[in-house]
T-cell receptor, first 114, second 117 residues
Framework: DQQVKQNSPSLSVQEGRISILNCDYT??????FLWYKKYPAEGPTFLIS?????DKNEDGRFTVFLNKSAKHLSLHIVPSQPGDSAVYFC?????????????FGKGITLSVRP | ETGVTQSPTHLIKTRGQQVTLRCSSQ?????VSWYQQALGQGPQFIFQYYREEENGRGNFPPRFSGLQFPNYSSELNVNALELDDSALYLC????????????????FGPGTRLLVL
């Protein structure tokens, strides 16, 4: 039973446009959400996170939105750049203590066309 | 500040053998987690160590075991290797204050790619 779902395996956007990557979750105990970016032959790199007490967090070109009632979050990248082409993983953790295990989705491959 | 490092980068073993993978945490971090990433999947949590004690385990059999050392480096040991153990093994470190509390981001190493033949 997959608790974190990234239903679109890939996304292609034009350079300069917005990339919107979606993620759904089923476990109501999740209270912290993260996005990681992964290039081939490298480990996942932390991008941005959001606590369940917020509905938006912004860091430069990256914004994460959380809709708790819909159990849905999304990552917006504006403007998209060719260097953003990578696999993006949505991850979630739950529980009162720091560093509960991360549960990952399967990832979305983003291609940004020049 | 040194990031998370893992060794070896690649490894080939045969079914039934045992393997040890190593991880050096980012400087100052006291918690390490291990994940298995099969082809086309997201990373799956194996277990976590905090101050040399196992602090949570995912749905992996006992032949997956680990250690964390006083310098916070870590090992993942897998006995009786099976073909399905072929995957990328990732370790992630983080700093958890003694008081616990706030979420701390986990930082990943580059991984060890294991192939079991």
């Amino acid at each position: 039973d997959q608790q974190v779902k990234q239903n679109s395996p890939s996304l292609s956007v034009q350079e300069g446009r917005i990339s919107i990557l979606n993620c759904d979750y089923t476990n109501s105990m999740f209270d912290y959400f993260l996005w990681y970016k992964k290039y081939p032959a490298e480990g996942p790199t932390f991008l941005i996170s959001i606590s369940s007490i917020k509905d938006k967090n912004e860091d430069g070109r990256f914004t994460v939105f959380l809709n708790k009632s819909a159990k849905h979050l999304s990552l917006h990248i504006v403007p998209s750049q060719p260097g953003d082409s990578a696999v993006y993983f949505c991850a979630a953790s739950g529980g009162p203590w720091a560093n509960s295990k991360l549960t990952f989705g399967k990832g979305i491959t983003l291609s940004v066309r020049p | 500040e040194t990031g998370v490092t893992q060794s070896p980068t690649h490894l080939i073993k045969t079914r039934g053998q045992q393997v040890t993978l190593r991880c050096s945490s980012q400087s100052g971090h006291n918690t390490v987690s291990w994940y298995q990433q099969a082809l086309g999947q997201g990373p799956q949590f194996i277990f976590q160590y905090y101050r040399e004690e196992e602090n949570g385990r995912g749905n992996f059999p006992p032949r997956f075991s680990g250690l964390q050392f006083p310098n916070y480096s870590s090992e993942l040991n897998v006995n009786a290797l099976e073909l399905d153990d072929s995957a990328l093994y990732l370790c992630a470190s983080s700093l958890v204050p003694a008081s616990g509390g706030n979420k701390e981001t986990q930082y990943f190493g580059p991984g060890t790619r294991l192939l079991v033949l």
